[in-house]
């Protein structure tokens, strides 16, 4: 039914998803080690979107960054009858400052590159199931070109943080930071952030890498900026290393129906809580 994308690509994202599950449960059990210093838990999953609309059957290239409505309403329908709820990367470092545990069944659900349309698709889906989205934008395209431009605006932004939800960074331009120069890659980890401070008057801790493009020079610029996370745009295997500056994501998509997102949820779950000190 949903070949957009072939079996290979299915395939592989469930190996994908199979990974991300290895990755908390590798990386948890590492954790007294990797993290003996660090107040950082990773014992959550974080769904990454894009656009949510009908229209990846048309642009084939899209179709990972876009999820059908009826798609995105099942998920959500799922992960309420699951018991999950969304927590904001806010929530998140202000219990982990407590010393409180990350509650059980927690999601972070995130939307990428400040589209206009994300906000109507909140409002529509997330609020009324009592959920929060978390929003990486890219202050260069915020309010651009109003009218059809297609970007949300700060105002729009604002009023969306009054109702729960949180706005983090996506850098200034959306360039690929691997191939910058130290002084812009400096720039778009720094001045993203305080452009977006600026406007949402709160501290933003969190950038997600444009294109989940990443290395250490690039980690090590977030954390020198302040950031205290770092996300990627995969839920790749990264075995013995420190995740705090290379958060997985997983990535829904076109091809995926309800059963391939419960399955990377459930895994995702089951490996978390396998993880945890018995009782
Ligand atoms: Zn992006």
């Known amino acids: 039914m949903h070949t957009l994308l072939g079996m290979s690509e299915r395939i592989s994202r469930i190996l994908a998803i199979a990974l991300f599950a290895a990755t908390v449960l590798s990386l948890l059990s590492l954790r007294e080690r990797v993290f003996s210093n660090s107040p950082i838990s990773l014992s959550i999953p974080i769904l990454m979107y894009h656009h949510v609309g009908d229209w990846g059957e048309s642009r084939a290239d899209w179709a990972p960054w876009v999820v059908r409505p009826k798609e995105f309403r099942a998920q959500m329908d799922w992960l309420v009858a699951n018991g999950f709820h969304t927590i904001t990367f806010r929530e998140l470092l202000a219990g982990q400052k ?11 659900i ?5 589209w206009s349309e994300q906000e109507g698709v909140v409002r529509a889906e997330l609020e009324p199931r009592g959920m929060h989205a978390v929003f ?3 202050t260069a395209a915020v309010g651009a070109t109003p009218n059809n431009s297609g970007y949300i605006s700060w105002q729009q932004l604002r009023i969306l943080e009054s109702a729960g939800h949180e706005v983090q960074s996506h850098t200034i331009s959306h360039g690929r930071l691997t191939e910058m120069p130290p002084s812009q890659l400096d720039r778009e980890m720094r001045e993203s952030r305080a452009t977006i401070e600026k406007e949402m008057r709160h501290p ?3 950038i997600a890498y444009p294109f989940g493009i990443y290395d250490e020079r690039v980690m090590r610029a977030a954390s020198a ?5 770092g996300l990627r745009a995969d839920a790749d295997l990264v075995v013995g290393k420190p995740l705090q500056y290379r958060m997985p994501r997983i990535r829904v998509g076109y091809e995926d129906g309800i059963e391939v997102f419960a399955d990377a949820m459930m895994l995702s779950q089951s490996q978390i809580n396998a993880q945890k000190p018995k009782q």
């Open 98 to 108: 407590a010393g409180e545990s990350v509650p059980a069944k927690s999601v972070i």
């Open 110 to 114: 995130s939307f990428d590159d400040g």
């Open 136 to 138: 990486f934008v890219y």
């Open 204 to 206: 933003v801790k969190v």
């Open 225 to 229: 900026a302040g950031y205290e996370f």
